[in-house]
């Protein structure tokens, strides 16, 4: 800015006299430009009151109007409309004093400042149009802003849902496992007198059960630490409603007595989170049965198809010396169930009726 302010001021001082012969007035041009150039750099920190100092000096020079429209245009720029506005006028109000007492050049006084007012005009006009193009930029780059932070919320967001997921679908595994390992110890404990192809076979399925709990208990852990975690359905995959009768073999394995009743149409075509959410169901009611009414018949009943939905129904009778089943008060299995099925679009309802405790699921299946 200095340097075009000194240059403008030279060639105005050069243009005015380079025909006239030097006389005080040279002397008032020369010393009023030099000082508005030295002001000029002032405009970057005080632009108001910097342009109304150099203003005052453009009504006794001309060598002063390039460094007071350049004020001008900085306020304009810079500040808000009154205060660019009032410059503009002082500036033209100026230029008026100035030209009354000194001569322009053969141009009619009234002509002259109607271009000085035209020009003031214009530097207001410009001013406004850098303000508001520098506010849409400044709007601009918040706006990008706040939508890379909204980005990173929601990839935060899901990352966490996701660990939630597999945290969720891991315990609902592991949980299952270990109830039949759980079974399988107690057997080899309470039995000793079994035949030694028995307690082999016994061992053999708790050692490979410790061993699938253990690999997989390190996968959701390592799962979880990951800040990128894939799938869960890449080394596991899901379940569907066609491994429903594995699951109640492997419970029979173990020594419960289960009844399956299975009515579905379409098994096959049942969405992924409806066939997953049905097993989950199935697999929380074998697990309860198992922990908290051991030795106890449990009956699984599954029926419904595309458009009438799912209705898984578990039961089992409680011991008689557990009328009422701890995980039925709040055991974080059915909590985290009762969540997964709401998820879905479902509802869930546990209950002891007549000394038998039932899980009841309602998923939708659409047509």
Not at 83 to 88: E, K, S
Not at 98 to 112: D, F, I, K
Not at 173 to 185: D, E, M
Not at 211 to 220: D, I
Request: aromatic residues 6%; charged residues 20%.
């Amino acid at each position: 800015m200095m340097g075009a302010s000194g240059v403008l001021v030279a060639a105005t001082i050069l243009g005015w006299w380079s025909d006239r012969s030097l006389g005080p007035l040279f002397t008032l041009d020369l010393a009023a430009g030099t000082l508005s150039w030295l002001l000029s750099p002032l405009m970057l920190w005080r632009p108001v009151a910097t342009t109304a100092v150099i203003t005052v000096l453009a009504a006794v020079s001309p060598a002063v109007t390039p460094p007071a429209t350049i004020g001008a245009f900085q306020v304009a720029r810079r500040r808000r409309a009154p205060a660019a506005i009032a410059v503009a006028v002082a500036g033209v109000a100026a230029h008026a004093v100035q030209g009354a007492w000194r001569a322009n050049g053969g141009m009619s006084y009234g002509w002259w400042l109607a271009l000085v007012t035209i020009g003031y005009g214009a530097l207001l006009g410009w001013g406004a149009w850098a303000q508001a193009r520098a506010a849409l930029i400044r709007s601009l780059q918040d706006r990008a802003r706040r939508a890379e932070a909204e980005q990173g919320r929601r990839v935060a967001e899901a990352r966490m849902l996701e660990r939630r997921q597999i945290a969720r679908e891991m315990h609902d595994v592991l949980a299952h496992r270990l109830s039949l390992l759980a079974t399988f110890a107690g057997a080899m404990e309470y039995r000793p007198d079994s035949s030694p192809e028995k307690l082999s076979r016994a061992a053999g399925v708790v050692r490979d059960g410790v061993h699938q709990a253990l690999e997989e208990l390190r996968e959701v852990i390592s799962l979880l630490r990951d800040d990128d975690p894939p799938h869960t359905d890449g080394r596991h995959p899901q379940p569907v409603l066609a491994d429903v009768p594995r699951l109640v073999e492997e419970s029979r394995e173990a020594g419960t007595e289960v009844l399956l009743r299975e009515a579905v149409n379409e098994p096959a075509d049942a969405p992924p989170s409806v066939a997953r959410t049905a097993y989950r169901v199935i697999q929380e009611g074998l697990t309860n049965a198992r922990k908290h009414a051991a030795g106890q018949p449990v009956q699984v009943a599954l029926r419904g198809g595309p458009g009438t939905g799912l209705e898984i129904d578990v039961r089992n009778a409680l011991t008689p010396e557990r009328a009422t089943p701890p995980g039925w008060s709040g055991g974080a299995g059915l909590v985290g169930l009762t969540e997964r099925v709401h998820l879905a679009g479902g509802e869930l309802d546990h209950q002891v009726i007549g000394g038998e405790f039932r899980l009841h699921a309602s998923i939708p299946w659409p047509a």
